[in-house]
């Protein structure tokens, strides 16, 4: 049976199916997984040669990799003699080549065939080792945005850097903040999941006006924490990134939504630039090393969740990546990366970790309501109550933008800018993308 | 390492079931007087985890933290508390690991079954309860819950452990 996706994707409304539907799943694991760029990961996970990292870019597991020349390899975790994923998965030394498991055929770094056993015994066989089939198969494409490592699984399309449009300066800033320039992965990978579409979860990433309402557990408790405290008390980090989500729907409407081609964006920043010994700290490292007018320029860059659709979604100024893995239609896997600043002072990267314990493991106070609405989301569209999602608040009052398109925080603009480059790569179109 | 004497293994058995109680009758005012000011309940995301300040954590809580989840939980709000968790702990082996100037650090292992909406959770591994002892009673500097499969995905953990 084929579908009609056409049928499906309209510029101010969606069909239930999109969400719920085994067959479209699978249809974007092959059109949107298979064609965009995607997070793989950041090349400070695989330091030294033969260090590596594995994880799933749509249904493929992937393994990166770094080779002998200092390159960062993706490859697809696949021995090409009988099929075992070589390297178990999570990260580590896979030492100077990968050696399958099974029959210990061996290959370089790079996926390239080093050696078999019993090499005689494929002498005048159909079965040529010096053929690149035997080698492990690289992904089509792999490119790096300031050591961020992204792969498609696509030989044609955009590169990275076009691909990521407006969203690069996320990914810039990201590093600017360091007063080294640079980050590296630290601290552990939290894993949450979600018994939901993917696609719930990234429009949720820029819906501001759910905060209110779906949080009201976790910032009232967090007001009435710091009610209790003694008067004059200087609001604690613990509380001012809980109780932001009490913010009235006008707060929201004044932060500005940025909407990119490719189904990417950001949200201006909801935190006010802390004033406390720890953030001082940080900002003084900062100016000591890039000079006060730069750092200005730098903090000044204030953004709260970014959206590198369909894979990611940074977090620059608490210096966290979400990682986006669907698992099937009604289930998705989020993985939390935190980042250390290289040059800044230890107690930069304890906070970062306090935001990465409290807002996104999987024990945070914030989150559970969330995962409870999406859940309840996914539950209620399979049902014959409606067939239409609707996305219709703020459309048309779009302003243009180059290469995309700006909102109030409060516009549906988002999910709409994200369907259209679903539609985009599902090979239809709804529109919406003005 | 030994405990004392029968009575000393008694009060800290004692101590050690009645905390789980507390907890899995959502007394969560009287579980967080159990522990001292500076106490920290810390659930490691990994392993072998000995840094909870450089290394992110499943649950690593002050006494601020641990007050904001108590208080969220009794939201009438807390839509991911409808209907709410469920508990059960049993604990078991529990031995004294180590003496403190103060007090002591106490072994157990447990396994707990969390129910909630569609599926029963089991969990299960070991706690190291760090004992102060305050004239005659007990109070936890730090409950070290090791999880069996801390490095796991997880949904979401909303109730203390």
New interface residues.
């Given amino acids: 049976m084929t579908i009609d996706l056409q049928a499906l994707v309209q510029p101010d409304r969606v069909h239930k199916r999109v969400y719920t539907d085994p067959a479209i799943f699978e249809l974007e694991m092959d059109r949107v997984f298979g064609q965009a760029w995607l997070y793989v990961g950041h090349e400070s996970q695989v330091p030294n040669v033969g260090d590596y990292f594995t994880t799933r870019l749509g249904r493929e597991p992937v393994v990166m990799v770094r080779h002998t020349d200092g390159a960062v390899n993706v490859l697809y975790n696949r021995c090409p003699h009988k099929g075992a994923k070589i390297v178990p998965d999570g990260s580590g030394s896979a030492g100077k080549f990968l050696r399958c498991l099974y029959h210990g055929w061996t290959f370089k770094c790079d996926g390239s065939l080093l050696s078999v056993p019993l090499r005689s015994g494929y002498e005048d066989t159909a079965l040529d080792l010096k053929a690149q089939q035997h080698s492990v198969r690289k992904v089509a494409r792999v490119a790096s945005h300031r050591g961020f490592v992204f792969a498609s699984l696509a030989e044609e399309g955009p590169e990275l850097v076009e691909f990521l449009g407006g969203v690069a300066t996320s990914l810039d800033n990201f590093c600017d903040r360091a007063p080294d320039g640079e980050v590296e992965v630290?601290?552990?990978?939290?894993?949450?999941?979600?018994?939901n579409n993917w696609k719930i979860f990234f429009e949720n990433l820029h819906d501001t006006i759910h905060a209110v309402a779906?949080h009201?557990?976790?910032w009232?408790?967090?007001k009435?924490?710091f009610e209790s405290m003694p008067a004059g008390t200087p609001k604690?980090f613990?509380?001012v990134i809980?109780d932001g989500n009490g913010e009235p729907l006008e707060f929201w409407e004044k932060l500005e939504l940025k909407g990119y081609d490719h189904g990417h964006g950001f949200m201006e920043g909801i935190f006010v630039p802390p004033t406390d010994p720890v953030s001082l700290a940080y900002v003084a490292a900062l100016q000591a090393k890039q000079g006060e007018a730069r750092a200005d320029q730098i903090l000044r860059v204030n953004r709260h969740n970014t959206i590198v659709y369909p894979s990611c979604s940074p977090h620059t100024s608490f210096q966290q990546i979400r990682v986006i893995r669907p698992l099937s239609v009604d289930r998705t896997?989020v993985e939390?990366f935190?980042f250390r600043l290289k040059g800044a002072p230890?107690a930069t990267?304890?906070r970062t970790?306090k935001y990465?314990?409290?807002v996104n493991?999987?024990?945070?106070?914030v989150?559970?309501?969330d995962?409870?609405?999406y859940n309840r989301v996914q539950e209620g569209l399979a049902s014959d109550g409606g067939d239409w999602v609707s996305m219709h608040r703020g459309m048309g009052r779009e302003q243009p933008l180059p290469g995309g398109r700006s909102s109030n925080g409060n516009s549906e603009m988002p999910p709409r800018n994200m369907f259209a480059a679903w539609a985009s790569y599902m090979g239809v179109q709804t529109g919406a993308a003005e | 390492m030994n405990f004392n004497d029968w009575q000393e293994q008694q009060d800290i058995t004692k101590f050690l079931f009645n905390e789980a109680r507390l907890l899995d009758e959502h007394r969560w005012d009287e579980w967080l007087r159990l522990f001292t000011p500076d106490g920290l309940y810390w659930?490691p995301?990994?392993h072998g985890?000995t840094d909870h300040?450089?290394?992110?954590?499943?649950?690593?809580e002050d006494a601020?933290?641990r007050?904001?989840?108590a208080?969220?939980l009794e939201?009438a709000?807390?839509?991911?508390?409808?209907p709410p968790t469920r508990t059960v702990h049993v604990l078991g082996n529990i031995s004294l690991e180590s003496r403190t100037e103060a007090g002591c650090v106490v072994r157990s292992t447990f396994h707990l079954l969390e129910w909630r909406k569609t599926e029963q959770r089991a969990f299960g591994g070991s706690v190291l309860h760090t004992l102060r002892r305050e004239v005659a009673e007990w109070r936890i500097e730090m409950k070290r819950v090791e999880l069996v499969n801390c490095d796991?995905?997880?949904?979401?953990?909303?109730v203390f452990m």
């Avoid at chain 2, 796991?152 to 909303?158: D, N, S």
């Fill in positions: 630290a601290g552990g990978v939290q894993r949450v999941i979600q018994r779906t009201e557990s976790s009232r408790a967090a009435e924490e604690p613990e509380v809980v896997l939390i935190s230890e990267f304890q970790l990465t314990n409290i493991s999987p024990s945070s106070n989150m559970p309501d995962l409870e609405a | 659930v995301l990994v985890q300040l450089n290394h992110a954590s499943l649950f690593c601020l933290l007050s904001m989840r208080r969220r939201q709000r807390a839509y991911s508390q409808q796991a995905p997880h949904e979401a953990l909303q």
